[in-house]
């Protein structure tokens, strides 16, 4: 579809029919040849782009109708799933909340050996259902296009098996920052593709035991610092999420 | 000071006595002619430094004492400011809280236009009491070595004038994410340099007016965008931190 880009912005471009005239006029009529119900792509100076059908061609100028606003990409470029050990209170609320408007892909609450909450099967039912709607909610306010799954209470053996079909997998580890680890998670980044899948994995408020860190060791999971603060276990996964964006969806 | 990297981390090294022998202890007492009384880096193979003192020298060992762990880097390398429009509820608390895990080092609430929330004399006094309390436990709480400043609550024009002493601001505006802005952040990161300034500023829940955005350029601030999804005003300045913490404190 042709793409016109027009000198100005018109404010209420939904509703009122936008005019077209001079050098676009001509090569749209008499160059392109088209005509009435025909699509094209109009683009403002500031930078909305939409596409509008002709509805009438005079003789010096024609009028288009808005159809529909242009999809622009909305969703981070990885597919990032984001492991988190079941914390306290409400804090997978708001790490699916804000974990979604950052981007977030899917959502696996699992079972740490230091998780203090403990979810039967009935709560975990609901606690999932409300999460879900909790995502939903996150992604139409932050303009997504679509909405990240809150997948059910996995044990740690189940989320060691799911890791099986990612990309890469990272760790959040606190020694690591203690211990001044500072390049794996640009590292990964780095060697990652728009359409890669990641797996990033933290620990509940009590942090990862050792057989727990050794066990994603050796299901290829990569310990990783976030700089040299300690940070909390809802905090964590908004880092990553943002300096994913920043890695991915910025430009210089 | 003389460094020394051991070969066998000593959990209890704070408390019990550190003996050293060939090598090092050749290269001390022999090559370095170290006495009693003298201090050294110790590293252990786990990456704790700290200063020890030499206590007594033996024919073939010599022993040490802890007398401190090293000073590591645990602040941002910028000096980074976030100026919040008066959110509602409790927002403004977790974005003390968690500005301080990402290191923020100053927080300025401001009266925005369209701040729904408003504090007269005595609330804003009890408010930025609590808030510079939230800073301490979170500073403590992420290992920092300085707590960030929780500044009484500012005018716009207050904050205008406040500008003008930060090397670089910027100014988080939904309009941008909208337009497709990318560059603005990285660049500016890009630009600073370890020990500069930077004011980055955040509307309320409403967004900033127009008359504001125009002021705010007026006055050197850039518009730059958090990538392609609309983030609450909660929720924009950890991705703001984040970055900077991805872009300067993360090796490659």
Sequence with gaps: MQRYFLDETVADYRESPILMAGEQYHHMIRVMRMKVGEKVYLVFPNQTSFVAEITEIGEEQLSLKWIEDEQKEKELPLSVTIASGLPKGDKLEWIVQKGTELGAARFIPFEGEFSI????????????????????????????????????????????????????????????????????????????????????????????????????????????????????????????????????????
Excluded: M
């Design 117 to 252: 909450a403990k979810w039967n099967g009935k709560k975990s039912l609901k606690k999932i259902e409300r999460l879900n709607k909790i995502a939903q909610e996150a992604a139409e306010q932050s303009h997504r296009v679509s909405v990240p799954e809150v997948c059910s209470l996995h044990t740690f053996d189940q989320l060691l098996e799911a890791s099986k079909h990612y990309d890469a997998c990272l760790v959040a580890y606190e020694e690591s920052a203690k211990n001044g680890e500072k390049g794996n998670l640009l590292r990964t980044l780095k060697k990652l593709e728009p359409g890669d899948t990641l797996l990033v994995l933290f620990g509940p408020e009590g942090g990862l035991s050792k057989i727990e860190i050794d066990q994603l060791t050796e299901n290829g999971f990569l310990p990783c610092a976030l700089g040299p603060r300690i940070l909390r276990t809802e905090t964590a996964p908004l880092y990553v999420l943002s300096a994913i964006s920043y890695e991915f969806e910025l430009d210089s």
